[in-house]
């Protein structure tokens, strides 16, 4: 996996190199960022979720073993975050995201690289069932401990400004009716997505912080545990309880295995969470990823030598 996984590492660190570069261009990264997840990321989930084949017993097995796990770690996170009384509103959202939200940006980037095309389908998938929840429980999270008055016309305002659950949604929507794409607008749609997978990666890097002032070492590692190998260690679970098809509990355990989204980030500092703890536990669970990922599908027995 190592070589099939180093391209991504290699555009994560030119990422980290432009941002603490001598003179980058001012506002590069925030007008990358604020690209990346309003227009190109949107127009690469649309597509891939409007052009999926969507097989009834795998989407069955699949919504299980997403939400089921999911809400076991959500649930262990806020007993925990009930008795750290002295803990913070905005550290207690970025724990909720750092604990749930996959990097779409590092899955689809190492499916495309190292899985036969059924199990990409099938991660792909997986992340289409997934984006909407977890994006829901990082809106609800981020609204609850904003300090602001918390309604359900605000939080169903939040989810619709979402352009995350926007175009998942959507694309879902599209995939429905069974109607083709227009080539041209497909073909436009797969160039933005194209895109966004490599700015993804680059704000990746951008983002990633290598200081200790100000960290929540417990917080962190909690988080990291829960979200890397609490979360996978429950999928897996899932998957021999249900005896679910081998590729199938690939595609669910590699989905479990990712680290935080980046785009937590900027959620987390539009919406009034900690940015700081975020970044920190975007950086931290990259990095860990490098040895976690690999070791949770070697325990699956994936080959990764095609």
Same mark, same amino acid.
């Given at each position: 996996?190592?070589?099939?996984?180093?391209?991504?590492?290699?555009?994560?660190?030119?990422?980290?190199?432009?941002?603490?570069?001598?003179?980058?261009?001012?506002?590069?990264?925030?007008?990358?960022?604020?690209?990346?997840?309003?227009?190109?990321?949107?127009?690469?989930?649309?597509?891939?979720?409007?052009?999926?084949?969507?097989?009834?017993?795998?989407?069955?097995?699949?919504?299980?073993?997403?939400?089921?796990?999911?809400?076991?770690?959500?649930?262990?996170?806020?007993?925990?975050?009930?008795?750290?009384?002295?803990?913070?509103?905005?550290?207690?959202?970025?724990?909720?995201?750092?604990?749930?939200?996959?990097?779409?940006?590092?899955?689809?980037?190492?499916?495309?690289? /190292?899985? #036969?095309?059924?199990? *990409?389908?099938?991660?792909?998938?997986? +992340?289409? @069932?997934?984006? &909407? %929840?977890?994006?829901?429980?990082?809106?609800?999270?981020?609204?609850?401990?904003?300090?602001?008055?918390?309604?359900?016309?605000?939080?169903?305002?939040?989810?619709?400004?979402?352009?995350?659950? /926007?175009? #998942?949604?959507?694309? *879902?929507?599209?995939?429905?009716?069974? +109607?083709? @794409?227009?080539? &041209? %607008?497909?073909?436009?749609?797969?160039?933005?997505?194209?895109?966004?997978?490599?700015?993804?990666?680059?704000?990746?890097?951008?983002?990633?912080?290598?200081?200790?002032?100000?960290?929540?070492? /417990?917080?962190?590692?909690?988080?990291?545990?829960?979200?890397?190998?609490? +979360?996978?260690?429950?999928?897996? %679970?899932?998957?021999?309880?249900?005896?679910?098809?081998?590729?199938?509990?690939?595609?669910?355990?590699?989905?479990?295995?990712?680290?935080?989204?980046?785009?937590?980030?900027?959620?987390?500092?539009?919406?009034?969470?900690?940015?700081?703890?975020?970044?920190?536990?975007?950086?931290?669970?990259?990095?860990?990823?490098?040895?976690?990922?690999?070791?949770?599908?070697?325990?699956?027995?994936?080959?990764?030598?095609?």
């Amino acid at each position: 996996m190592l070589a099939s996984t180093i391209p991504i590492f290699l555009i994560i660190a030119l990422g980290v190199w432009i941002k603490r570069s001598p003179h980058p261009p001012e506002g590069l990264f925030p007008a990358l960022e604020w690209f990346s997840f309003y227009v190109a990321f949107p127009a690469l989930l649309f597509l891939n979720t409007a052009q999926l084949t969507i097989d009834a017993s795998a989407l069955e097995s699949l919504t299980l073993l997403v939400t089921l796990p999911m809400a076991a770690v959500l649930l262990l996170c806020l007993l925990g975050l009930r008795i750290a009384r002295q803990f913070p509103d905005p550290a207690r959202s970025s724990v909720i995201q750092g604990a749930t939200r996959p990097s779409t940006y590092f899955g689809l980037a190492v499916a495309g690289l /190292v899985f #036969t095309d059924h199990i *990409a389908g099938l991660i792909m998938l997986t +992340l289409a @069932i997934a984006l &909407p %929840l977890v994006n829901v429980v990082a809106v609800v999270a981020l609204s609850w401990w904003s300090g602001k008055k918390v309604t359900a016309r605000s939080v169903l305002r939040n989810l619709v400004r979402n352009p995350i659950i /926007v175009a #998942t949604v959507a694309g *879902a929507l599209y995939n429905a009716t069974d +109607l083709p @794409i227009w080539t &041209p %607008l497909a073909t436009a749609l797969g160039i933005l997505g194209n895109v966004a997978l490599g700015l993804g990666l680059l704000c990746v890097g951008g983002g990633l912080v290598f200081r200790l002032e100000g960290a929540r070492p /417990v917080a962190i590692l909690v988080t990291n545990t829960m979200k890397l190998m609490v +979360l996978p260690a429950l999928t897996w %679970l899932l998957c021999q309880l249900l005896n679910v098809e081998p590729s199938t509990t690939i595609a669910a355990c590699f989905y479990a295995s990712l680290p935080t989204a980046p785009n937590a980030y900027i959620m987390a500092r539009q919406m009034g969470g900690d940015a700081r703890l975020m970044a920190t536990l975007i950086t931290t669970q990259t990095l860990l990823t490098i040895i976690s990922l690999p070791l949770w599908m070697m325990w699956l027995g994936v080959d990764f030598t095609r």
